[in-house]
């Protein structure tokens, strides 16, 4: 398990990435919709196994991809109140 802290930032985040908000650029930068770069706090998340690409949406190098949360990724939300 990981010793990353389920933060008010952190779970915000997690409740985009369930509302497809998240994107990977092609330049492998990470954002919100809207512009926000969010890359260190989604490696964070990688590493942490709370998060990871949909497979579905990976299909060009051109185009972005969106994030998914992993069962890890959803029982951390759920257990911090949800997605709000």
């Not at 989604?42 to 690409?53: K, L, R, S």
């Not at 992993?70 to 257990?79: F, M, S």
Request: hydrophobic fraction near 40%.
């Amino acid at each position: 398990m990981s010793d990353l802290r389920p933060t008010p930032t952190r779970l915000r985040l997690l409740a985009d990435v369930t509302r497809h908000r998240v994107y990977r650029h092609p330049d492998g930068t990470s954002h919100v919709a809207g512009g926000r770069q969010v890359t260190a706090a989604i490696a964070d998340m990688v590493a942490a196994g709370w998060v990871e690409i949909d497979p579905a949406t990976d299909v060009s190098d051109y185009q972005v991809a969106y994030w998914r949360l992993t069962d890890t990724g959803r029982a951390v939300l759920a257990q911090h109140g949800g997605a709000s």
